[in-house]
Nanobody, 124 residues
Framework: QVQLVESGGGLAQPGGSLRLSCAASGSIFSINTMGWYRQAPGKQRELVATITSGGSTNYAGSVKGRFTISRDNAKNTVYLQMNSLKPEDTAVYYC??????????????????WGQGTQVTVSS
C-alpha cells in the first residue's frame, strides 16, 4: 500500500506564511508528478501547484509569485511554501502523487494517490 501524509497546515494571519509537507511511503517504484490541490467550502477542488520528478513546476495564476513548490526525491516528499497569504487561500489542501508501484512479476502499475488533506485558514 501507499500512503501520503501531509503536515504543516494551521492558522495564519493575512500576509503570513505557512509551509506544507507531504511524504509518500509504502511500496513505491518511482514517483512522477507530485502536486498540491485545494478545496474551499462550496467550491470544487483546484490545482495549486505541481512539480515533476525533474523539477519542472506549474502554478495556478492565483498563487504564482507567492507560493513555491519543491520536492526531495530521496525522501519522496513534496513541500509547499506559502507566503503573503490571503484570506482567499483558506481551504483544505491535498497532496497528490502519480507513482509507479512494483508488481510481483517485475513490472509496475501507475496510480494516482491523494493525501487526507490539511486545513489552512488565513484570518486576522
Amino acid at each position: 500500500q501507499v500512503q501520503l501524509v501531509e503536515s504543516g497546515g494551521g492558522l495564519a494571519q493575512p500576509g503570513g506564511s505557512l509551509r506544507l509537507s507531504c511524504a509518500a511511503s509504502g511500496s513505491i517504484f518511482s514517483i512522477n508528478t507530485m502536486g498540491w490541490y485545494r478545496q474551499a467550502p462550496g467550491k470544487q477542488r483546484e490545482l495549486v501547484a505541481t512539480i515533476t520528478s525533474g523539477g519542472s513546476t506549474n502554478y495556478a495564476g492565483s498563487v504564482k509569485g507567492r507560493f513555491t513548490i519543491s520536492r526531495d526525491n530521496a525522501k519522496n516528499t513534496v513541500y509547499l511554501q506559502m507566503n503573503s497569504l490571503k484570506p482567499e487561500d483558506t481551504a483544505v489542501y491535498y497532496c497528490n502523487a502519480d507513482l509507479r508501484r512494483p508488481l510481483v512479476d517485475g513490472t509496475y502499475t501507475l496510480h494516482s494517490y491523494w493525501g487526507q488533506g490539511t486545513q489552512v485558514t488565513v484570518s486576522s
